[in-house]
């Protein structure tokens, strides 16, 4: 396989969100697998610098939402207006009608604007008064809140958090990052304005499929599935991921093992990404959340106690 264009992105990426290899890399996972994605972290840590970095290097149609109140499903998926000259009903597009979304503060939004999103998420198309648009290829949203904030929000259900392939943090630089932020950005310019297109819509298209002849072994796809079973019986857990976080974690590592350059899965591409598949799709116990026990926590723990096969 010739993975020129995955290394290529993957520096380009890199020039936007300094000192985030690990980020970057989650990003690409998620682009590869055709996966949607939540960031979830502070305000002004390059969330949106991110996946408008992203969506120029593919050279792809972008369109950012900012999530407010009052925003309505319409204002997100368009509306049928009646043309009085034809004496019929028109569609007009909404945003949503773009290869990347940038869903800002998602949560901000009234639970009725966020289900909005899940048809397309989940299909690839939109239903305006019966009728159903396909959505461009391919179609992937960043959705992002803050964690700090909560006032005025409304917490995302379960059905939509299932939907996004990985919830990922990107978190403050280091001291040497936040100084290369700083020097590379003295002359005035954006580290946007140095990015350049160098891949088409065909071309994702033709990685993304590559990554579907990834190979994974049965002693992986065994280990897998144990990962996941494993977050139903564990005691802190009351409810446990669906096998949709199974061919989450697998579609994932695949991604994974490809943008390391490898056709083939081994165990560290999927402990590596577990925790940000995983994590958001199990619900802990109330009374395990006041004693600090989180959805991370517990999938690192099962991580340490499910056997890892050697080999690949």
Do not use: W
């Not at 319409?74 to 940038?102: C, H, R, V, W």
């Not at 802190?236 to 974690?249: E, N, W």
Request: hydrophobic share 40%.
């Amino acid at each position: 396989m010739d993975f020129t264009k995955v290394r290529e992105m993957r520096e380009n990426l890199s020039k936007v969100l300094l000192d985030k290899g690990e980020t970057v890399d989650d990003i690409l996972v998620a682009l590869l697998a055709k996966g949607h994605v939540l960031l979830e972290d502070v305000p002004g840590v390059g969330k949106t610098v991110l996946v408008k970095g992203l969506s120029k290097l593919l050279g792809c149609k972008f369109k950012r939402i900012q999530f407010t109140p009052d925003l309505l499903p319409s204002d997100i998926t368009g509306i049928s207006i009646y043309n009085q000259k034809t004496g019929e009903f028109e569609y007009k597009k909404g945003p949503i009608m773009a290869n990347i979304i940038l869903a800002d503060e998602i949560n901000r939004t009234s639970p009725k604007t966020q289900s909005s999103l899940l048809e397309g998420m989940e299909e690839g198309q939109v239903t305006i008064d019966g009728e159903t648009y396909p959505l461009p290829e391919p179609f992937l949203v960043f959705a992002t809140q803050n964690p700090i904030e909560y006032e005025g929000t409304y917490s995302l259900p379960e059905a939509q958090l299932d939907r996004f392939l990985m919830k990922c943090h990107i978190g403050y630089p280091s001291f040497l990052g936040e100084r290369e932020i700083l020097l590379s950005q003295m002359d005035g310019t954006h580290p946007l304005d140095k990015l350049e297109q160098i891949l088409d819509i065909e071309g994702l298209k033709e990685l993304q499929q590559k990554v579907t002849e990834v190979k994974v072994s049965e002693p992986i796809l065994n280990y897998i599935l144990e990962i996941v079973r494993s977050t139903r019986t564990y005691p802190s857990v009351y409810l446990g991921s669906s096998p949709r976080g199974a061919l989450a974690l697998t579609k994932g590592a695949k991604a994974k093992a490809f943008i390391n350059e490898r056709d083939y899965v081994i165990p560290d591409d999927v402990k590596e990404i577990a925790v940000k598949v995983l994590a958001h799709r199990i619900i802990i116990k109330p009374e395990e959340v006041m004693q600090g026990v989180t959805g991370e926590k517990v999938i690192e723990d099962i991580l340490k106690g499910v056997e890892v096969p050697i080999g690949r």
